[in-house]
């Protein structure tokens, strides 16, 4: 992002614009796939193909020359309005694989998707020296080749059953199951937590390197291992979810997830580094391994006509709510000492598990 900004000349608010362009248009993009019920109507494996490719061009639109800010933006959002086929057409997919084993399944698939997220991190840390414009190639291909080997060898799941006609209100009539309500306001505070946390564990890590001006650490490396270490979570969820179940399993890391929040004021006051890495690892783990869990819930208490907008528009309420939770970190850590702004995200822990108990009342 710096790179494109000194190489366009961009104004500093420009940074901030332009990831935020992403994120929209991925909301963009779920809302118009949930309301044209697009992977539930045609093959999953096309769809997620043809978002690939287009968002891998997309994406190389921002290397061209005589680019403007308006032009980069635009080039931002549709990338993310095209991954609306990526990460929920996915999950849609993994559902029509599995009926049972679904959590595993999505275990590796989130995990997956924890590492992708981890990964400009690491790339930071190891290519100093490599051009942006190559960067941005080298992601772009990746996403050509794994839309394809999708379309290549990925077939329609056995348990896909195909919606027939064209039904506007399908994302809502979801929410009148009781089951699926309790699942996706339990994913809601789950995500009103992570991405704030993935967004803030660089944050973390400098306020603690500007308080010990003396200590050295790779920040790049340990973003990495801290969001990273969260795909190993994801697997290892899936599995205990068969055998202690899915809700209880999500439950258990969603209530420890929660407890981070709240002791997060203490760890950073102890003004140790060690305590504070291993801390911020074991949050990482906890606070993402709920996710493929929660996403299960939501498969498995949809009507499989429409499982993928059900899928979906979850989604799409969920990254939208990471925008609240982030943008109100951002404005608490110029207000208040940043020791205690996590306690803020709290908030979405308890709303995810009072909800989740409320099922069990039903």
């Given amino acids: 992002m710096n790179d494109l900004a000194l190489n ?42 043809f978002s690939a490719i287009l968002g891998a061009l997309l ?13 980069l933006l635009a080039f931002r959002f549709f990338t993310g309005f095209f991954l609306a086929g990526i990460y929920p057409v996915g999950m849609k997919i993994a559902a029509d694989y599995y009926q049972k084993g679904l959590g595993k399944s999505l275990g590796f698939l989130v995990g997956a998707l924890v590492l992708g997220t981890a990964f400009p991190h690491l790339l930071k840390t190891i290519t100093t020296t490599l051009p942006w414009r190559l960067v941005l190639i080298i992601t772009s291909c990746l996403a050509f ?78 973003s990495f291992i801290i969001i990273g270490s969260g795909g190993i979570s994801c697997v290892i969820g899936g599995y205990l979810s068969q055998s202690f179940g899915t809700k209880k399993t999500a439950m258990a890391a969603l209530l420890l997830s929660g407890i981070c929040c709240l002791i997060s004021p203490i760890i950073f006051q102890m003004n140790s ?64 000492d940043p020791k205690f702004i996590y306690l803020a995200l709290a908030i979405g822990p308890i709303f995810g598990l009072i909800a989740l108990l409320q099922k069990e009342k039903n």
Avoid at 171 to 195: Q, T
Wanted: net charge positive; aromatic share 14%; charged share 10%.
């Fill in 145 to 222: 080749i794994g839309g394809s080997l999708m379309l290549l060898l990925v077939p329609d799941g056995p348990f896909r059953k195909a919606s027939q006609k064209l039904d506007l209100t399908s994302f809502l009539k979801v929410f009148k199951n009781k089951k699926f309500r309790s699942a996706a306001f339990g994913y809601f505070g789950h995500m009103w937590e992570l991405y704030a946390f993935w967004a803030f564990v660089p944050v973390m890590l400098m306020t603690f390197q500007n308080e010990h001006p003396d200590l050295a650490l790779n920040n790049s490396l340990w």
């Fill in 59 to 71: 994406n190389l639109g921002t290397i061209l020359e005589g680019n403007t800010m308006i032009s």
């Fill in 273 to 336: 580094i060690i305590l504070l890495l291993v801390f911020l690892i074991f949050w990482g783990l906890v606070v993402i391994a709920d996710s493929p869990l929660f996403s299960t819930l939501v498969a498995q208490n949809a009507t499989p006509e429409i499982k993928g907008t059900a899928l979906t528009i979850v989604n799409c309420i969920g990254f939208s709510i990471t925008i609240f939770s982030i943008q109100l970190l951002n404005k608490l850590n110029f207000t208040m």
């Fill in 8 to 49: 366009f000349q961009l104004p500093a608010s420009a940074l901030a614009n332009l990831t935020s362009a992403v994120q929209f248009g991925f909301i963009c993009g779920t809302l118009v796939f949930a309301l044209l019920s697009i992977a539930d109507r045609y093959s999953p494996s096309k769809v997620f193909f």
